[in-house]
């Protein structure tokens, strides 16, 4: 006896034919297979894919190593004089030549390089700590010591950043630590606007008013949730500062007032090969290319930082790595 109802299902699939055609929608045809998404690139990867900054950060390893490793790698001393061999050109026994006293060019490069850097390292720091409490505690309180925190920085702001280090120097005498103080006090404004901006539009934000409701303490909402959230800005601020520190440094011993003698410094001996440049060339470029290679890859570095932590690039960079 039959019965009457639908069709039961076959307990298996029938095989599909090797020359079938695909059905629509299918990983074979028109809708392509969904694709997982790829994880966010961090900091550190966006930066190894700039190669311009992977470039600046080797320069800078490199001149690290040798402000470090400079009195030990350096094949004569930095104040070793011999006169017989005085402007001599680069050779196998002095890569860089000798200079008119007959001192190593390449020995004095190296040592002068941890001088240099000494110098720009301690002022921007000072600069830093200085700049950043001003202009964070600034943003954050606002008001009259707003105003008159403000006021003072417009005031160093209005004098050229070398003639007010000149002035320092000038009242304080010559010397590293002269060099050192002057340097800071020239940057300190500018980290004090850079953070004072920052600070501004982090003390709206809605955790910020909430601590301030609950009576938290002010130290600790500035150290807690003002100070992280502008440490991106202030990052790129101070690897731009280190190299302006160090062409500042090399300015003011090229005129006499920053590093003084025994100590190499790379402005010492561009004032030193002024009247040696047609004679001994190799007197005066070597320590140039020093400063401006540093220079160059402080700033380039400071650039591929503030590329990689703006939010437009970062999406931007996101993009096309999904392509």
């Not at 002022?123 to 943003?139: H, Q």
């Not at 000149?166 to 009242?171: D, G, K, P, W």
């Not at 909430?210 to 502008?230: A, D, E, K, Q």
Request: glycine share 10%; no cysteine.
């Amino acid at each position: 006896m039959s019965t009457i109802g639908p069709p039961l299902p076959d307990p298996l699939p029938h095989p599909v034919p090797a020359d079938a055609p695909a059905e629509p929608g299918g990983p074979a045809g028109g809708a392509p297979a969904p694709q997982l998404d790829r994880p966010r690139m961090t900091t550190l990867q966006l930066l190894r894919s700039n190669p311009v900054t992977v470039a600046a950060s080797v320069v800078l390893v490199l001149v690290v190593a040798v402000a470090v490793l400079g009195r030990w790698i350096a094949p004569y001393g930095a104040n070793e004089i011999d006169v017989v061999n005085a402007l001599q050109p680069p050779s196998g026994a002095h890569w860089f030549g000798t200079d008119a006293l007959g001192r190593d060019v390449f020995s004095r490069v190296l040592r002068a390089a941890g001088v240099s850097l000494q110098v720009a390292l301690v002022s921007v720091a000072f600069a830093f700590v200085v700049g950043v409490t001003i202009g964070i505690v600034s943003g954050y309180v606002r008001g009259l010591l707003d105003t008159v925190l403000m006021r003072l920085v417009d005031v160093m702001f209005a004098f050229p950043v070398l003639l007010l280090a000149l002035a320092i120097v000038a009242i304080m005498g010559p010397g590293i630590l002269t060099t050192m103080l002057a340097i800071g006090v020239v940057y300190t404004p500018i980290f004090a606007r850079v953070a004072r901006a920052s600070a501004l539009s982090v003390s709206v934000e809605p955790y910020v008013q909430v601590s301030r409701t609950m009576g938290t303490p002010w130290w600790y909402i500035m150290g807690r949730h003002v100070l992280p959230n502008v440490s991106g800005p202030l990052i790129v601020q101070t690897s731009l500062s280190l190299a302006f520190a160090i062409l500042s440094e090399a300015a003011l011993s090229f005129l006499g007032l920053g590093v003084q003698p025994p100590a190499p410094s790379w402005g010492r001996m561009l004032a030193e090969a002024q009247g040696f440049l047609g004679q001994a060339w190799w007197m005066g470029v070597f320590p140039g290319l020093a400063i401006f290679l540093t220079a160059l890859a402080f700033n380039l570095f400071g650039d591929g930082r503030r590329y990689v932590l703006d939010p437009k690039q970062r999406t931007i960079i996101e993009a096309r790595r999904k392509r």
